[in-house]
Nanobody
Framework: QVQLVESGGGLVQAGGSLRLSCAAS????????MGWFRQAPGKEREFVGA???????YYGDSVKGRFTISRDNAKNTVYLQMNSLKPDDTAVYYC?????????????????WGQGTQVTVSS
């Protein structure tokens, strides 16, 4: 079993930045591909980005060029650096892990989920 805990959410003005962290425990972190998803009220859960066990990254079109996903296997942590934030980025952000080193873009491919952290971007 893998447990994931997100942190770093909060309130930020449009144009600002936040860095989310996801700390993993209970497994071999380097063997998991990690993903970030988000969900706003009334909207579908959306793929934000993912990173393979080897560090290859993938992004959803809505965040490409603004967000960066990274991982520190020594700290069992994955990060989501969010820059140039927009009000439309307001959502609960979830960290997810899958049993395999290859990332996927759909939520049903992931085996473990964190509790989520709220990000609110004011205009």
């Amino acid at each position: 079993q893998v447990q994931l805990v997100e942190s770093g959410g909060g309130l930020v003005q449009a144009g600002g930045s936040l860095r989310l962290s996801c700390a993993a425990s209970g497994g071999t972190f380097s063997s998991y591909a990690m993903g970030w998803f988000r969900q706003a009220p009334g909207k579908e859960r959306e793929f934000v980005g993912a990173i393979s066990g080897g560090g290859n990254t993938y992004y959803g079109d809505s965040v490409k060029g603004r967000f960066t996903i990274s991982r520190d296997n020594a700290k069992n942590t994955v990060y989501l650096q969010m820059n140039s934030l927009k009000p439309d980025d307001t959502a609960v952000y979830y960290c997810a892990a899958r049993s395999g080193r290859t990332p996927r873009r759909t939520e049903n491919e992931y085996n473990y989920w964190g509790q989520g952290t709220q990000v609110t971007v004011s205009s």
